[in-house]
Nanobody, 122 residues
Framework: QVQLVESGGGLVQAGGSLRLSCAASGRAFSPYAMGWFRQGPGKEREFVAAIRWSITYYADSVKGRFTISRDNAKNTVYLQMNSLKPEDTAVYYC?????????????????WGQGTQVTVSS
């Protein structure tokens, strides 16, 4: 089992920044690919970013604004979000998988955090 706990969400004005953290516990962290997903009001869950080892993947909607990183010594993955827009408003979830392949597919992920709310005001 892997337990994931997100933090760092909040209310920010458009154009601002937030950094989300996801702390993992329970098993060795480094073999897992870590992903960030989000679900806005009335929307389906969507892929945001993922990282496996040092290789990163991004949704087109966040490319150039968001940066995913990980610190294996701290068992933590981060999502730095800059130039935030109102359409980024969502609950953000981190997830972990040992599978390889399409990291934008939420069904690949075995473990999920409880989510953290990000609200961007215009």
């Amino acid at each position: 089992q892997v337990q994931l706990v997100e933090s760092g969400g909040g209310l920010v004005q458009a154009g601002g920044s937030l950094r989300l953290s996801c702390a993992a516990s329970g098993r060795a962290f480094s073999p897992y690919a870590m992903g960030w997903f989000r679900q806005g009001p009335g929307k389906e869950r969507e892929f945001v970013a993922a990282i496996r080892w040092s290789i990163t993947y991004y949704a087109d909607s966040v490319k150039g604004r968001f940066t995913i990183s990980r610190d294996n010594a701290k068992n933590t993955v981060y999502l730095q979000m800059n130039s935030l827009k109102p359409e980024d408003t969502a609950v953000y979830y981190c997830a972990a998988t040992r599978l390889y392949g399409d990291y934008s597919d939420y069904q690949k992920y075995d473990y999920w955090g409880q989510g953290t709310q990000v609200t961007v005001s215009s």
